[in-house]
């Protein structure tokens, strides 16, 4: 019997859970306001490469299209995240159903996925994270549909999965590498062997060679990228922490997928599959040793979701409705509650109200307002996050209206981090003033070799100190503090925004080496 024939795809009924993550997607998108990241991420629109210092080119060609094709709102920049969120659960049903699984498969891989906190919280944010995570989940499907089907054309559709996802995000190569082992391990050995893997191979690297190329050409950022992420911010990542928040970021889900991996190891019917749950214990094992931050694991889960529906469904076959709903209510209700912390979806007041409540009440969810600093605040980091930035604009607006035309046309705006750069960019047509330069993070590859103006408007991230060491240094004629970010919630709080003037010979100097030095990185 051929293949096609020999079970029901079950389309429409996965659409039904698409459309629940889409529509939860929509109601919270316009909430609060642009992240950090996504500040960045969609100024690289305005600067198209085949690489930049932090992510590959993928975000950047993706935040073009959407000011292209949406405009340039906080509502259109996470369009594109939530269509790839919808996708995401949409891989996940199918692969459920390639499994073997049913209907009830379906409902729990599905609703667990949906409101599990990790995917709740990193699939609506224009960031590459939800990119990343789709480029896994259809990278398994694939693979799982040569399995079934023995068809190569879902090879060569696997080589560019790959190669995109490696444009995308570099852990694909961590995910890659472990699939290919998790192959080598298992019975499914025998799929390496192949003349067209090699056709699928070529496919992936030659998507992926122009960025290659530019890292090349650019003295390897990524490396020094990933030195600076273990300095600064995954040296406080402790192995037990990274477990931990591995068995806390899915809530109650934990045990959906937590029981795929087991009927991935265990199960015979499952059997032409195992290489995911080696796969998924390598990157595990891999992640842990590199301090890795928990979402870099979080594509590897929609695989285990699809094992884990599909295994309560084979356990519970006989059990009846009431039964099976009860299996439902308890893996995801839960998270369903928690929703409010980790998707946008209440105005600000009753958020706080919700996280305070949570605190007092549900420890267990303490680590989602644990930020990278270790320490407890009253949001969590992606929240706090989103607020400041159209503050900091409008005063730096401010500012640089009140200059006359002729001091205008010898005026800089210098921001310290890329998240001001991002911001001040974002709302520069809205407050009418120039884009800001920065030297941190990619701001580095296309800010102007020297700074010759008389003006500085100057946004200070580190209490005034770079300011001191201006006027200890004789590098300034003069500054004036002009205003800070007020926020009581904005982890930005209390960054300052300075008019320098006359700028001199030794700071001009001061911003050629450390420009040069950062290019070079």
Known sequence: MPYKNRRSTYTYFILIFVFIKVVLNLFAISHFGFQRDELLHLVLA???????????????????????????SLFAARIFPTICSGLIVWFAGLITVEFGGRKFAITLTCLALIFSPAFAASGYL?????????????????????????????????????????L??????????????????????KLLFNRHILGAVLVAFLVCLPNLIWQIQHHWPLITHMNTLRK????????????????????????????????LIFSFRLRNFQFLAI????????????????????????????????????????????????????????????????????????????????????????????????????????YADMYGWDELAQK??????????????????????????????????????????????????????SIHCKYIIYVDDNGGENIRQFVA??????????????YYLAREKGTCIFLITDPKAPLQERYTKELAKKRLE
């Not at 079934?148 to 696997?158: G, I």
């Not at 995308?168 to 050995?189: C, D, E, P, V, W």
């Open 46 to 72: 305005d600067h198209l490469d085949w690489g930049y210092k932090e992510v590959p080119p993928f975000i950047a060609i993706v935040a073009k299209a959407s000011n292209i094709l949406f405009g340039h």
């Open 126 to 166: 224009f960031q590459p994270v939800v990119f990343d995570q789709f480029w896994w989940v259809l990278t398994v499907w694939l693979l799982i549909k040569y399995l079934n089907t023995t068809d190569v054309k879902y090879l060569y559709w696997l080589g560019l999965a790959v190669g995109l996802g490696m």
């Open 168 to 189: 995308t995000k570099y852990t694909m190569a961590f995910f890659s590498f472990a699939l290919i082992i998790g192959i080598l391990i298992s019975k499914q050995r």
């Open 232 to 263: 600064e911010q995954l040296s406080y990542i402790k192995p037990v922490e990274f477990i931990e928040q591995q068995l806390l970021v899915h809530g109650v889900a934990l045990f959906v997928w937590f029981t795929g991996l087991l009927f």
């Open 279 to 382: 796969a998924y214990v390598l990157i595990f094992i891999f992640l842990l040793e590199m301090d890795g931050k928990n979402y870099y694991l979080f594509g590897a889960y929609p695989m285990l979701f699809a094992a884990g529906g599909f295994g309560f469904e084979r356990w519970l076959k006989t059990k009846g409705y009431v039964l099976r709903t009860l299996t439902i209510v308890v893996f995801v209700l839960p998270n369903m509650i928690l929703l409010p912390m980790l998707l946008p979806i209440f105005s600000i007041e009753h958020t706080l109200a919700f996280f305070r409540f949570a605190h007092k009440n549900i420890p267990a969810t303490d680590f989602l307002i644990t930020w990278e600093d270790q320490k407890q605040h009253p949001l969590t980091q992606d």
């Open 396 to 449: 730096v607006g401010e500012a640089y209206n009140k200059l006359t035309p002729e001091q205008q046309k010898q005026t800089l705006i210098y921001a310290d981090n890329y998240g001001e750069a991002g911001a001040l960019n974002q709302y520069a047509k809205q407050f009418n003033f120039p884009g800001a330069i920065s030297l941190n993070s990619s701001f580095t590859l296309w800010a102007p070799d």
């Open 473 to 486: 240094g004789k590098m300034i004629g003069s500054y004036k503090k002009l205003g800070e970010i007020e």
